[in-house]
């Protein structure tokens, strides 16, 4: 059994903080600290996790998340303790998002990456396509995610201004905003170097988004 010391160590966590009645039903955890525990820190091991890298020395079009796996909570840290899945390398962390649902190690879990999940609702900006477009005229156009359509591989967003549903695969996530938000700023115009790093400007993605086809390794 792999892990099993992690195991041993998240169980003891919440045991450590369950009244016992040999100590006046009291938690060990109260003794020496002098305080209740609190449990809302408490999350399913081995569940799959995002945790949010450091901007230092990364493209502004890099991934901001990574996923890991939950192995339970170092000693002294008020962390969480996560294990990437390419290196098996453990970290500490506290930006962490859960998805205490999905269980990467388990025999049923899907083989397909997680990597193309976004938060709903976020800003993202689509590049627009040339075709009938001034040199001069911005070369991407602010949307909301919406979700993943069926049968394409391929993010579901929608526009602004005609509130009108496109399909989309070279898009820029800004996850951290919010449009529809009473706290989003009230600006949405890109900056001029807001553009995928991988597009071009030489073929149609906006301008006829919904006859994507499925050959992007992007999600289903």
Not at 47 to 52: A, D, E, I, T
Request: aromatic content about 14%.
């Amino acid at each position: 059994m792999k892990f099993w010391g992690e195991c041993v160590l998240t169980a003891t966590y919440p045991i450590n903080r369950m009244p016992a009645p040999i100590l006046k039903n009291k938690t060990p955890y109260e003794l020496p600290h002098g305080q209740k525990p609190s449990y809302d820190h408490l999350r399913v091991f081995g569940c799959l996790c995002y945790v949010s890298t450091s901007k230092q020395g990364k493209d502004k079009f890099m991934g901001r998340v990574v996923p890991y796996v939950f192995l339970g909570y170092p000693y002294g840290k008020k962390a969480y303790k996560v294990m990437t899945f390419d290196t098996h390398k453990f970290h500490s962390s506290r930006d962490i998002v859960f998805h205490e649902a999905i269980f990467p190690f388990s025999s049923s879990a899907p083989t397909s990456s997680y990597d193309h999940l976004r938060v709903f609702g976020c800003l993202c900006y689509v590049s627009t396509s040339k075709q009938g477009k001034d040199k001069f005229m911005g070369r991407v156009v602010p949307c909301v995610f919406l979700g993943y359509p069926y049968g394409k591989k391929a993010y579901k967003v929608m526009t602004f201004d005609s509130h009108k549903f496109h399909s989309s695969r070279d898009i820029v996530f800004h996850e951290a905003v919010f449009p529809f938000s009473s706290s989003a700023p009230t600006s949405l115009s890109p900056i001029n170097d807001e553009i995928p790093a991988h597009y071009q400007g030489d073929g149609p993605i906006l301008g006829d988004l919904d006859s994507i086809s499925s050959q992007s390794s992007q999600p289903t």
